[in-house]
């Protein structure tokens, strides 16, 4: 039988990793952006205890590899008597994980941002958390967008890591049809193409939030 037949015929198994892919990358790029920003407010201000607990979890998370915090979640946790699902370990590790670099992304961008904005705003009798939110946010996240473009397309390629604590996705399903008929080459190259397709969605809306962002005024930061 053709190879690529056996590709074909095994096309349930691809889709269905597919849209795993797409569900655990979708959830966890959405609560690791809301995460980042979360971080990013509690980080504003004085120095305080808050924030130097905040920053070494930040700095944990940049120099943990991403696999052993998955296996951390999924197989050490069951020690403490808290045992997840590998859907779930998989989705919180991504979420933590990117969580933690969304964050020193955004607070290196909000280091540049111009103090006049934030001094017009308080002088206008802004308060604190409506400065952030109508007037650094918009700002440091449009400011932002290649990086976190960059970053977007990391927690794509790191989902396929979950596949060794047996969560169906993309690669997953590659190996899945690579060892039962033998066929690695275009197994895998399957698998690189559906991973590509969702970083060409990745790359062209990150250009049209940029193009949004410069009709919008914020070209200039």
């Known amino acids: 039988m053709n190879e690529w037949s056996i590709i074909w015929q095994s096309r349930d198994t691809f889709i269905s990793g597919f849209l795993k892919t797409l569900q655990l990358f979708g959830i966890s790029a959405l609560l690791g952006l809301l995460l980042g920003v979360v ?86 009798g802004f308060r604190h958390h409506l400065v952030f939110l109508r007037i650094l946010l918009p700002n440091v996240f ?28 993309v690669t997953a399903a590659a190996n899945s049809v690579q060892s039962t008929y033998f066929i690695p080459m275009k197994a895998f190259l399957v698998a690189i193409l559906l991973y590509w397709i969702i970083s060409l969605v990745i790359e062209y809306g990150i250009r049209y939030l940029t193009r949004f962002g410069k009709q919008r005024g914020f070209s200039h930061v």
Request: charged share 15%.
């Open 39 to 124: 971080l990013l407010y509690l980080l504003e201000g004085q120095s305080n205890w808050l924030r130097k607990g905040l920053g070494g979890f930040i700095n944990v998370m940049r120099t943990v590899p991403f696999l052993i915090l998955a296996y951390l979640i999924y197989y050490g946790l069951p020690q403490g008597g808290l045992r997840l699902s590998a859907d779930l370990a998989g989705l919180i590790a991504l979420t933590l994980y990117h969580g933690a670099y969304f964050s020193e992304i955004l607070r290196g961008q909000r280091l540049v941002i111009p103090k006049g904005l934030v001094e017009a705003a308080q002088a206008h």
């Open 142 to 169: 449009m400011s932002s967008l290649p990086l976190l473009g960059n970053q977007l397309i990391v927690c794509l390629k790191d989902t396929a890591f979950l596949c060794i604590i047996t969560v169906r996705e």
